[in-house]
């Protein structure tokens, strides 16, 4: 395929270009913005950064100390890359603790009580500020929270950090960048796991006044828990942790050298019935605390064990092998899956309606022969 005007430049139709740019790697589309004005609106309008983030690949990302990484766990480079963060060293001399992954945010504390989001890959971020003191029973109230977390709620566009003390649930919308005390958690939560994003809700494994396991999901939307059941043989919520794979609710046992260990999977959100048990050996006589983090190659699983190691297991045989190990990183790390997208914590102001004219897009767009070339490139990977 090849486009040119009359004088030999490149030109390409808008509705191709848009569609290449919505093809390449979040970093190549931000080098591109420098092209035009008109390219630049285009590549920053919510419509074009959703159709983006359809298309890039899943990655995993670390944390670990002093440290941040992300791996291609599909390619053939096996080698972490280091990515920059925010309030890195020397001012880091910690570890980089994480709080979940969504659509190409990042929730991390990389430093004691300083929760930052941001995009890896465009290097935008936002600081969490602290809410009130007021809102707290009691003035020591920062050392005693029992969980961290952040996900996305796709109904209302807005992500949220979600903090609990104690049974006390606070908010932070970064759309209106305000803090907000919503319902409390209905269950006692002994943990402090971050949880699991799924479906717009934070999902949490707690106990009962029974002491049964029960799950706990908070809809970042209505800011309202539901209740989820767990299954029948899962009858302590200590020796389980939560994760998501293929879009499932799933739970995965802590083993203490009793392998092999149960692996459930929600086939159907909400659905009691729906769980399904496989059975992973881990080939070790160890403790094993595992969260499961993806599908490898469409039929094994990718665990995350003891914050050590990245395990391989296929639940159609139980089998269990190393993935990667933390020599590839620096000594204990965390986990998490991570897409690199032009997704912004920043929402943008709200713009007078008043005298605002969005710049014209042109039918035909000349640009730099370097920009020609990558583009014209794809368009005859498409055919």
């Known amino acids: 395929m090849s486009v040119t005007t009359e004088v030999g430049k490149p030109c390409l139709p808008q509705d191709i270009i848009e569609e290449i740019l919505s093809r390449l790697p979040a970093k190549s589309v931000g080098r591109f913005r420098c092209v035009s004005k008109s390219w630049h609106h285009l590549t920053t309008q919510p419509d074009f950064i959703d159709s ?3 298309r890039q690949r899943q990655k995993l990302i670390f944390s670990s100390i002093r440290s941040f990484f992300s791996l291609d766990y599909e390619g053939q480079d096996m080698v972490p890359l280091e990515l920059d963060f925010p309030l890195k ?7 980089v603790d994480m709080f979940g992954s969504c659509n190409g945010l990042v929730c991390i504390m990389p430093q004691p009580l300083t929760f930052v989001i941001f995009n890896p890959c465009t290097g935008e971020s936002l600081r969490i500020p602290h809410f009130p003191v007021s809102s707290l029973p009691c003035d020591s109230y920062i050392y005693y929270f029992n969980a961290h977390s952040f996900g996305y709620a796709p109904s209302i566009k807005d992500y949220k950090f979600v903090t609990i003390y104690e049974q006390i649930v606070f908010v932070f919308s970064l759309k209106t960048k305000t803090w907000k005390r919503v319902q409390d ?11 699991t994003h799924l479906n717009g809700a934070i999902h949490w494994l707690c106990q009962d006044p029974g002491g049964h396991p029960v799950i706990a999901a908070l809809d970042l939307a209505e800011e309202k828990f539901s209740i989820l059941s767990p299954p029948e043989s899962v009858r302590d919520d200590r020796e389980y942790k939560t994760g998501v794979l293929r879009g499932c609710l799933c739970l995965l046992q802590r083993n203490e050298g009793n392998w092999p260990c149960s692996f459930w999977v929600m086939e159907e959100y909400g659905v009691k019935e729906s769980w399904k048990r496989f059975l992973i050996g881990t080939g070790r006589r160890t403790s094993l605390s595992s969260r499961p983090l993806c599908y490898w190659k469409n039929t094994k699983v990718l665990l995350l064990r003891n914050q050590l190691e990245i395990l391989l297991g296929n639940p159609k045989n139980g089998s269990c092998k190393s993935f990667l190990k933390n020599g590839s990183l620096r000594m204990v790390f965390d986990s998490d899956l991570y897409v690199e997208s032009l997704v912004s914590p920043n929402f943008p102001k709200k713009k007078c309606s008043c005298n605002h004219v969005k710049p014209k897009l042109q039918h035909c767009t000349r640009f730099s022969s370097t920009a020609s070339a990558s583009l014209l490139n794809y368009c005859n990977k498409l055919g």
């Open 52 to 54: 983006h983030l359809k």
């Open 89 to 95: 060293y020397p001012h880091n001399q910690g570890p």
């Open 185 to 195: 958690l209905p269950y006692m939560y002994l943990k402090r796991d971050p949880g």
